[in-house]
């Protein structure tokens, strides 16, 4: 079985400000890792995924996160976000070999204000 | 393209009723899982089918059923409503390729029971 902690519930931070949402992962197994976004009233959307190579993986909009095995993290980073930004960020697990059974953390409400 | 559809977006129901909760995935895409987000967390698994044949199943009682179509569309079904069966449903398929190892989702149906 898997499990996800994202320990901070909200983060505010200003425009054009750095920003760091945590996220650690318990599993007996391998697993691949995934960052979704969620807008208000919207469905999930993909931000970035690791299934295996390069620790660091990035997105088309400026976010990026790093897998370390040893302290079994998978932090999302943006050097400086914008008011789209705005929305609440989920980290999710899979076992090696599916991407189609999610365990997710409780997600993290990211407030970018002026 | 279009992406995964979810019918319908909206439903209330009472305490003890049936619902049936439509999705159609991407064209293409032979999986289909199905999510409960509970206002204020993360999606949580309930079914994963792939083939119209179940792969994989959450810890959901078993008033929780779902099938797949053979154009892999998908129902899920939730019997004898409870209150705390109120959330968002949440669809997603996939391709089950190498490359494939995510999820799309839909906007999901937002289940009120009363």
């Known amino acids: 079985a898997q499990s996800v902690t994202q320990l901070d519930s909200q983060v505010p931070v200003f425009e054009e400000a750095p920003v760091e949402l945590r996220c650690n992962y318990s599993?007996?197994?391998?697993?691949?890792l995934f960052w979704y976004v969620q807008y208000p009233n919207q469905g999930l959307q993909l931000l970035l995924k690791?299934?295996?190579?390069?620790?660091l993986v990035k997105s088309i909009n400026g976010f990026e996160a790093e897998f370390n095995k040893s302290q079994t993290s998978f932090h999302l980073r943006k050097p400086s976000v914008h008011i789209s930004d705005t929305a609440e960020y989920f980290c999710?697990?899979?076992?090696?070999?599916?991407?189609?059974?999610?365990?997710f953390g409780t997600g993290t409400r990211l407030q970018v204000t002026l | 393209d279009a992406g995964v559809t979810q019918s319908p977006t909206h439903l209330i129901k009472t305490r003890g009723q049936h619902v049936t909760l439509r999705c159609s995935p991407i064209?293409?895409?032979?999986?289909v899982s199905w999510y409960q987000q509970v206002l204020g967390q993360g999606p949580q698994f309930i079914f994963q089918?792939?083939?119209?044949?179940?792969?994989g199943r959450g810890n959901f009682p078993d008033r929780f059923s779902a099938r797949q179509f053979p154009n892999y569309s998908s129902e899920l079904n939730v019997n004898a409503l409870l209150l705390g069966d109120s959330a968002l449903y949440l669809c997603?398929?996939?391709?089950?390729?190498?490359?494939?190892?995510?999820?799309?989702f839909g906007p999901g149906t937002r289940l009120t029971v009363t």
């Open positions: 690791y299934l295996s190579g390069s620790t």
């Open positions: 064209s293409g895409h032979k999986s």
């Open positions: 999710a697990v899979s076992p090696t070999g599916t991407a189609s059974k999610l365990t």
């Open positions: 599993s007996s197994v391998s697993v691949y």
């Open positions: 089918y792939y083939e119209k044949e179940e792969r």
């Open positions: 997603a398929s996939s391709l089950v390729s190498r490359d494939g190892y995510e999820q799309y």
